[in-house]
């Protein structure tokens, strides 16, 4: 690795300022369990470190509209909340597959989004739940759906001077009727070969008013199935609807073969978990 | 380069490294606490796991700047006066270990179970080394080691 500078504000204030003053050469360490493997590898290879962890990034708050999570908050923390596992259940379902226990402990979510990868286990139950991220810079910040934020592999809007500071999900897309599902080759410390999160509001009839089905890991960036989601708005749970829904999600998505699965594999196996995870959904009902 | 100070095993440090260095090269390079192994250098194989302000941490996923100011608990921290840990002798008594490269860090993550739960059930007890990687022994062993150092644990408590 390359010597970089490595300084840790205090306050988030002073944190932004320095990402204004160094824009692309800085680099902000979260977790850094990706990070340091890219700075290992050379391919990042920033002059500064602005480290978050004391930066206030790492507290849970429910405004009227919004629980808001700290991008600071680790995957240990966000398993461990009970408010998140009452309300957005997929979200815990997918803290719990994350890595193994040491890992959990450092990474967090704002960096498991910021990380831009197409299998990351926590984009797809947030984007489910119709998460928008707050972007903060210098200058001012904005706001804008989770869905938004990827531009491709590793690709993001995130600019030069700006940082993640939180993630909002909307209490109105709260669901238990949700189900997240991590297809890869191990239990524990696998990356994923398919990852996908459906979550279902009911209305008072039992008809579903909103869908969501999303995949992570079939194309360059996590990706809703909305014909499939909207042959659901309206209609009452069935499994000949959820097969309908799973054929397709397959139609949707596009993935290639790389060294965890092949195309072939992921299609058969989209329309497979869409359907079994919409089942799943409804389970409990 | 960047000047920190760090509790190991209860004892005060103040090093000095540069920022990219990480608290596996730290402790083992710096400090001498080969305890803690150089496995994968990626955070898969959890050889290196070690407790960061009483979380298990993989050290070479953290940078040694990141641990300025918090306090660090290394396999060398779990004997006490010359005499092992109850986990340790276990894991001896049960032979929980063959080749001994893995050990350590699934000793600190097993610590780490022990302190939250007293009476782990062998499903928590995988899912708590769900990040260390054993390639001779196994794990059944090593599971009931961790069953009987809990009861052990639990009698002298008592």
């Given at each position: 690795m390359k010597p970089a500078e490595f300084l840790s504000p205090t306050t988030l204030n002073d944190a932004l300022e320095l990402k204004h003053k160094h824009g692309a050469a800085a680099r902000v360490i979260a977790g850094g369990t990706d990070l340091i493997l890219r700075m290992r590898a050379q391919v990042l290879t920033p002059s500064l470190l602005i480290d978050l962890q004391h930066a206030a990034l790492n507290n849970i708050k429910v405004s009227d509209k919004y629980l808001e999570v700290g991008a600071s908050l680790t995957i240990s923390e966000v398993l461990q909340n009970t408010r998140i596992e009452d309300l957005f259940p997929a979200i815990h379902m997918a803290c719990r597959k994350f890595a193994g226990p040491p890992i959990r402990n450092r990474a967090t979510i704002g960096g498991n989004i910021v990380n831009a990868s197409p299998a990351a286990d926590l984009v797809s139950p947030l984007i489910a739940y119709d998460a928008e991220i707050v972007l903060k810079s210098a200058n001012g910040e904005r706001t804008m759906p989770l869905v938004t934020f990827f531009t491709g592999a590793g690709k993001t809007l995130l600019k030069d001077d700006e940082i993640l500071t939180q993630?909002?999900?909307?209490?109105?897309?709260?669901?238990?009727?949700?189900?997240?599902?991590?297809?890869?080759?191990?239990?524990?410390?696998?990356?994923?070969?398919?990852?996908?999160?459906?979550?279902?509001?009911?209305?008072r009839q039992g008809l579903i008013e909103t869908a969501r089905i999303v995949l992570g890991s079939v194309a360059a960036v996590p990706m809703r199935a909305m014909a499939a989601e909207a042959m659901l708005v309206g209609e009452k749970s069935s499994e000949d609807l959820f097969y309908a829904a799973a054929a397709q999600a397959r139609q949707e998505v596009k993935p290639i073969s790389d060294i965890r699965a092949s195309r072939e594999y992921r299609l058969q196996m989209t329309q497979v978990l869409v359907r079994r995870a919409l089942l799943e959904s409804i389970a409990n009902v | 380069m960047f000047d920190l100070e760090i509790e190991?095993?209860?004892?005060?440090?103040?090093?000095?490294?540069?920022?990219?260095?990480t608290l596996l090269y730290l402790l083992r390079d710096k400090l001498g606490l080969t305890g803690s192994k150089d496995g994968c250098r990626s955070g898969d194989c959890g050889a290196c796991v070690v407790l960061l302000d009483g979380k298990t941490v993989n050290a070479c996923m953290v940078l040694a700047p990141q641990a300025n100011g918090a306090s660090v608990m290394t396999v060398e921290g779990l004997a006490k006066d010359g005499e092992l840990h109850p986990l340790q002798r276990c894991f001896s008594e049960s032979w929980a270990f063959q080749c001994g490269f893995c050990t350590g860090g699934m000793l600190m993550s097993c610590y780490a179970l022990l302190k939250s739960n007293s009476n782990p059930t062998r499903d928590e007890i995988r899912a708590a080394i769900a990040g260390n990687f054993c390639r001779c022994t196994g794990y059944q062993a090593l599971v009931t080691a961790v069953e009987q150092a809990a009861a052990e644990l639990r009698a002298n408590n008592v």
């Open positions: 993630i909002r999900l909307p209490l109105s897309a709260a669901s238990t009727n949700a189900y997240f599902i991590k297809l890869a080759q191990r239990n524990s410390m696998a990356i994923s070969q398919l990852n996908l999160t459906t979550r279902l509001n009911l209305n | 190991v095993n209860g004892k005060q440090e103040q090093v000095s490294v540069e920022a990219d260095t």
